[in-house]
């Protein structure tokens, strides 16, 4: 930039700014350059005759930066080659016919000023700028610096290069690959927060954390909808905070920083990054599944999640019904289930049997979903089976023992031997009579002739129908059973399911305990 002297010294609120080829400045000097060479060009097309540069705001504040950014932009139309308008001092504004204002706003680590130029005569825009650049601590330290306190630095109390950033003006922070991704360094003062966005551009695992010696409590938000998603207080190293998280591509995301208690002040580090598995699924890249038309015949697909994983399938049902999906083996999951446009339509922990979840749904042909499957806490980790089907008909026919739906109709049993039942709806009860000819102690079963998964419930009478004893889940998983010691007599059983649509037969057992 060219000047009448080499060397110009400005003092502004207490600190000295030089304009030689070391400034820190250069570049809040050359964004002014550029805007003064536009508003010359108006100015002397429009013919104007006299400029007054009026205030600029940042905040409803009138920090150091906008004192220097008047001198300059001042400076440089006065020193412009070819100028024919006076430039008024602000003791002689009131002469003035165009006046410049505008105001500073910062979009994450990007400085912007807002430019108008304006014809006092009917308050006319008469142009409009824009000056862009980025910030550093020097032209933070101007921003922020407090002139009421003789020049003191905020960055005494604690702001960083990328303050202030708030909700609407987060930093965006560019997600790293794997741990080693650099350490963003910031600093909180007291009851500060921090503003990261981050935008994945693959789903996967999110790795959110801070370090350092300050004690940190972190949120993740969904940017959009401003749903909290995760938060965490000493899930990193020491003090820090670590929030791990499966996200999706294109999704935005917020993780605001905070000290744990009002008073926590001091420097921190923050880094995120994202794993994408091996052989991982998601919404755009699901397993494909074919729907079984039978619990015996649907194939099993195994899979194997790490802590935090997550496995998408997608299920193109060919017909209409009601659909069951399912996971087998040890491992606790939990299981969800979407349509085409990702909208949940069922979730589901310990549906099926034992910790495995199961969802039953009726599907349309042609329509597209989606069945998630993870562990059931973040920290949940092992092999499981997937599987899905169509059980055929919803409802089971009425066995060759109905109706026996009171004691009056019960159907007569020999123990010793399995005998078949089933419950043709969710409200049907059955009931059982049985003769006790050696006292002693017996074993009282019903089980799901398929899987123990039938969810059955049995009551224990003698012949004055008083209760003795009864069990839901006694038995493996869902099944029933009694133990217990029994006279001779008569004996009346009641079984009845707590399954909404049973979907398959019961084994009933009564035998003397080996």
Not at 89 to 115: N, P
Not at 231 to 238: C, I, L, W
């Amino acid at each position: 930039m060219k000047r009448l002297f080499v060397f110009v010294l400005f003092f502004v609120s207490g600190i000295v700014f030089s304009q030689d080829a070391q400034s820190p400045v250069v570049r809040l000097d050359e964004a002014v350059n550029s805007l003064a060479g536009q508003i010359h060009s108006v100015l002397t097309a429009k013919g104007a005759e006299s400029i007054f540069i009026g205030q600029f705001t940042f905040q409803s504040n009138t920090p150091t930066f906008i004192s220097y950014w008047i001198n300059q932009l001042t400076d440089e139309l006065v020193n412009i080659p070819g100028r024919r308008y006076r430039v008024s001092s602000a003791a002689s504004s009131q002469d003035a016919a165009w006046t410049i204002s505008g105001e500073i706003v910062q979009v994450a680590d990007i400085i912007r000023v807002y430019t108008r130029l304006v014809r006092i005569s009917d308050r006319s825009i008469e142009g409009s700028f824009t000056s862009s650049f980025l910030r550093d601590a020097n032209i933070n330290e101007m921003i922020y610096n407090d002139s009421s306190q003789g020049g003191s630095s905020s960055a005494a109390a604690g702001v960083d290069v990328y303050e202030w950033d708030d909700w609407d003006m987060p930093l965006f922070y560019e997600l790293g690959t794997n741990p080693n991704v650099p350490v963003i360094n910031r600093y909180l003062s007291e009851d500060d927060d921090d503003f990261f966005l981050i935008i994945p551009d693959a789903d996967g695992r999110l790795t959110a954390e801070t370090t350092g010696n300050l004690d940190t409590y972190m949120f993740l938000y969904d940017y959009e909808t401003e749903e909290e998603l995760a938060s965490n207080d000493d899930g990193g190293s020491g003090a820090n905070a670590k929030i791990t998280y499966n996200v999706r591509a294109g999704v935005s995301y917020l993780i605001i920083v905070c000290g744990y208690s009002y008073s926590t002040t001091g420097p921190y580090g923050f880094r995120a990054y994202l794993t994408v598995r091996e052989g991982s699924s998601s919404f755009s890249n699901p397993i494909s599944y074919e729907i079984g038309d039978s619990e015996e015949t649907a194939a099993t697909v195994n899979r194997t999640l790490g802590q935090g994983d997550e496995d998408f399938f997608i299920l193109l049902p060919a017909i209409n019904g009601r659909l069951t999906m399912e996971t087998t083996g040890r491992t606790d999951t939990y299981m969800e289930l979407f349509d085409s446009e990702r909208t949940i339509l069922e979730r589901n922990d310990d549906g099926g049997t034992n910790t495995n979840a199961r969802i039953r749904y009726n599907v349309t042909a042609g329509s597209t979903y989606f069945v998630k499957v993870r562990g059931y806490g973040q920290s949940v980790s092992g092999s499981y089976g997937f599987r899905a089907f169509f059980p055929g008909s919803a409802l089971l026919p009425p066995d060759e023992y109905e109706p026996n739906d009171e004691p009056s109709l019960a159907s007569h049993y020999e123990t010793g031997a399995d005998q078949r039942h089933s419950f043709h709806s969710a409200n049907d009860v059955d009931w059982i009579t049985f003769q006790i000819t050696r006292p002693g102690r017996y074993i009282i079963s019903t089980r799901g002739a398929n899987s123990n998964r039938l969810d059955t419930y049995i009551e224990l009478f003698d012949a004055n129908l008083n209760r003795i004893a009864e069990d839901d889940d006694g038995g493996d998983s869902l099944s029933s059973r009694l133990s217990l010691n029994l006279t001779a007599g008569a004996y009346y059983l009641k079984v009845w399911c707590l399954d909404t649509e049973p979907d398959q037969e019961y084994i009933l057992n009564i035998s003397a305990a080996q």
